[in-house]
Structure formats: C-alpha cells, structure tokens
C-alpha cells in the first residue's frame, strides 16, 4: 500500500491509499481519483517527504492485512450508500438547488442526495451550506477477480 497526499484544482488537501504508484496513475488517467470536498476529479499528487526507516528491519503488511482492510473499506462505503438511498430522498440534479433551498428556508428541512457538478458543489460550500460526495457503489464482491 502506498499513500499519497493530494490536491485538486480547487487547492483542497487530501490523503488517499492505493495499492501501487501504477494504480494510482491508472485510476487518476480514468478519472477515478476525486476529491472528498468538492468531488473534483482535477487531482494531482502533492510533494511528500519519503518514509525513511530506521536501523531495524521491519516487513510490511501482509498481502492478508491489505486484503483485509480492503474488504472492510468497500464494505463501509456500501453501507453508506445504503444508508442514504434508504433514508434519504433522491432530489436528481435538482440537488444544488434544492440544497440552497432547504438552507435558506425555502424548502421543508429534510435529508437529500442527488447529482451536482463540482462547479455546484463548490458554490454551497463556498456560501457555507454543507454537502459531501456519496461514495460510489463498489463493485459486488462475488463478482470480484
């Protein structure tokens, strides 16, 4: 595993975990990479300090451990999904408008989610109304290589 730290377009800072320097640069060429403030997907990676090590030799985590931690990841990510296409109302592309609407007292207070471009999502944050991505469906495990 290899963590890189990132930046969109939009100067916002982010850390973000692949399984190699190469499944970075694969995700990024198709477009999978985006950032968790403003749902760019304008990143590129940030300069990092490398990790140095000490006299002692240490091993890295087990494929098992990698493995693992994946799994529990994509889990979490399905549950939240989940979680909000149970509870929330889908609102479509409506959803930057309709957001304003619900902070500005126009529209009944409830919970939403729908779709918005980054150009969108960047103009509520900026006038303070709060939103962040939902995270993608991941693939169905049994259907996994």
């Not at 990790?51 to 002692?56: D, E, P, R």
């Not at 979490?76 to 929330?88: C, D, L, P, Q």
Request: net charge negative; charged share 30%; glycine share 6%.
């Amino acid at each position: 595993m290899i963590r890189y730290a990132l930046i969109c377009d939009q100067d916002h800072g982010f850390e973000a975990w692949f399984a190699s320097s190469s499944d970075y640069d694969d995700q990024a060429a198709r477009g999978l990479v985006e950032c968790p403030f403003c749902a760019s997907r304008e990143v590129k990676k940030q300069i990092m300090a490398p990790a140095v090590s000490g006299t002692k030799k240490t091993a890295g985590a087990p494929a098992d451990a990698v493995k693992a931690m994946q799994t529990m990841m994509m889990q979490a990510a399905r549950e939240v999904r989940s979680h909000v296409e149970e509870n929330f109302e889908y609102v479509g592309d409506a959803f930057a408008r309709e957001a304003r609407d619900i902070h500005e007292g126009r529209s009944e207070k409830r919970e939403i989610y729908g779709e918005a471009t980054p150009t969108d999502i960047k103009k509520l944050k900026d006038d303070g109304i709060p939103c962040l991505p939902l995270p993608d469906a991941p693939p169905d495990p049994s259907k996994a290589n």
